[in-house]
């Protein structure tokens, strides 16, 4: 088998190979193409308070309108722009962008940012977040920066002093999709974190009882000890919305509520929202 079966590798595998890095190099033009032509939105999805069903703010989520593909996921090119560098520039237009769109909305709502690795470890993030505040007149206490444990992972000496700096300018700092890590845990001892997001793979698994009842159970416990709001990613379905309020999740996020939407959108929700907490209907669906 090897012998041949190396042969008929090296013919099945090599144009295989050659295609991949042809259509990487496509995207990587196409991508620094789009940053020039200005392709990128930001979609905001609400958090929503599971107290009183209240809207406190939006997660800017990053998209691409592409001309000939339409609407491009994050996930499909996040990635790259990450071993490319591109992020870094982009990471700073998504910064300005969020910072200068939740600066006209009304002064009790939050904006949380995602941030990745790669901007603390090449990037001026300070600088970029300074900057993207004074340029918006946005106040730090409005902004939430989102990061993964691969920021704390890396480079954690250096990256946990920029965390500190950015968190003495009065912005908070939250932990995305917690629990998909390695050691979620350690890194809710190194930095005080302001907000524990649990990952949507939990949420999504209630349903079927068993172990994602009791991680959540005891992540949302975890927080209200130690004194860190906790929000629930992917919350699809009442029965879950219900569950998380009950175990004394503080936030929920998910398509129950609204997916992400454009920025237009967000004015027509808060006055939903508002209407239907006067009128006590609790959480309405968008
Ligand atoms: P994330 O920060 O964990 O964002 C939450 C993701 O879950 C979003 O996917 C959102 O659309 C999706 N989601 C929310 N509720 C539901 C639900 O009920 N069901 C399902 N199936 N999905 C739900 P999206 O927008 O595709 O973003 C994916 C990831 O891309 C984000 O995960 C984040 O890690 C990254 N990303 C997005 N925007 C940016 C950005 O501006 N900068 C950086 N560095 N990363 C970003
Ligand atoms: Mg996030
Ligand atoms: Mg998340
Ligand atoms: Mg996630």
Same mark, same amino acid.
């Given at each position: 088998? /090897? !012998? ?7 013919? #099945? ?6 295609? %991949?890095?042809? /259509? ?39 998209? =691409? ?6 609407? *491009?996921?994050?996930?499909? #090119?996040?990635?790259? &722009? ?10 700073? =237009? ?5 910072? /200068?769109?939740?600066?006209? =909305? ?13 901007? #603390? !470890? ?6 970029? *977040? ?13 902004? $939430? ?10 480079? &954690? $000496? ?32 190194? #930095?005080?974190?302001?907000?524990? !997001?649990?990952? %949507? ?22 927080? &209200? ?7 629930a990613e992917g919350v699809e379905t009442g029965e879950q ?9 503080t936030e929920m996020q998910g398509y129950y509520?609204?997916? +992400?939407? +454009?920025?237009?959108?967000?004015? +027509?929700?808060? !006055?939903?929202? $508002? ?12």
């Amino acid at each position: 088998r /090897a !012998k041949d079966g190396g042969r008929r590798a090296f013919h #099945f595998f090599e144009p295989g190979m050659d295609a %991949r890095v042809r /259509a990487r190099r496509l995207l990587e033009i196409d991508l620094r193409r789009a940053m020039a032509a200005g392709e990128f939105e930001l979609y905001y999805q609400p958090l929503v308070s599971l107290k009183s069903g209240a809207i406190t703010g939006f997660e800017a989520l990053l998209r =691409w309108h592409h001309p000939s593909r339409g609407l *491009v996921p994050p996930a499909e #090119f996040i990635p790259l &722009s990450e071993e490319i560098g591109l992020i870094v520039p982009l990471g700073e =237009w998504v910064l300005r962008q969020a910072c /200068a769109e939740a600066a006209r =909305w009304p002064a009790n709502l939050k904006v949380a940012v995602n941030l990745s690795s790669v901007q #603390f !470890k090449t990037g001026n993030v300070t600088h970029a *977040v300074l900057s993207a505040l004074a340029n918006s007149g946005l106040p730090a206490s409005r902004l $939430e920066l989102e990061i993964t444990e691969s920021i704390l992972l890396a480079e &954690s $000496e250096a990256n946990l002093a920029t965390l500190y700096r950015l968190r003495g300018l009065g912005v908070s700092v939250s932990m995305d999709d917690f629990g998909t890590g390695y050691s979620s845990l350690s890194y809710l001892r190194a #930095f005080p974190f302001d907000k524990i !997001k649990i990952d %949507r793979s939990f949420v999504s698994e209630l349903s079927d009882g068993g172990d994602c009842m009791a991680i959540v159970r005891a992540v949302a416990g975890l927080g &209200s000890s130690l004194g860190i709001a906790t929000t629930a990613e992917g919350v699809e379905t009442g029965e879950q919305l219900a569950w998380l309020r009950n175990e004394g999740c503080t936030e929920m996020q998910g398509y129950y509520f609204s997916p +992400p939407v +454009p920025a237009s959108k967000i004015a +027509p929700m808060l !006055k939903a929202n $508002e209407g239907a907490r006067s009128s006590c209907e609790g959480l309405v669906r968008h």
